[in-house]
């Protein structure tokens, strides 16, 4: 049973910065475009960033771009986010998530991902 496990959420003030890691388990994990999605209360889930399998490329949501950073590491079968400048917005419960996407758009969508974690909490204080 594939198994994504998301870590290193918590609280931290504006302008500050967290690192969120996702380890996945028993998955080819090479094969599969990994991807960051978010959710706050009452809001539906948010596109954040995805790291592409095939074309090695990644991807960011408008709202984070050029503050977050998504890098994989195939050999330990982890996606880390790297997230700065964080803002009060970006309060919610981050989800890793592992599909088969080959394109951008298909990446972006949140039921193209076969594999999902649990979550992990980033609170953002102002």
């Known amino acids: 049973q594939v198994q994504l496990v998301e870590s290193g959420g918590g609280l931290v003030q504006a302008g500050g910065s967290l690192r969120l890691s996702c380890a996945a388990s028993?998955?080819?994990?090479?094969?599969?475009?990994m991807g960051w999605f978010r959710q706050a209360p009452g809001k539906e889930r948010e596109f954040v960033a995805a790291s592409m399998w095939k074309t090695t490329d990644t991807y960011y949501g408008d709202v984070v771009k050029g503050r977050f950073t998504i890098s994989r590491d195939n050999a330990k079968n982890t996606v880390n986010l790297q997230m700065n400048s964080l803002e009060p917005e970006d309060t919610a419960v981050y989800y890793c998530?592992?599909?088969?996407?080959?394109?951008?758009?298909?990446?972006?969508?949140?039921?193209?991902?076969?594999?999902w974690g649990q979550g992990t909490q980033v609170t953002v204080s102002s």
């Open positions: 998530a592992a599909g088969g996407s080959t394109s951008r758009f298909a990446a972006l969508l949140w039921y193209t991902y076969d594999y």
């Open positions: 028993t998955l080819t994990f090479s094969t599969y475009t």
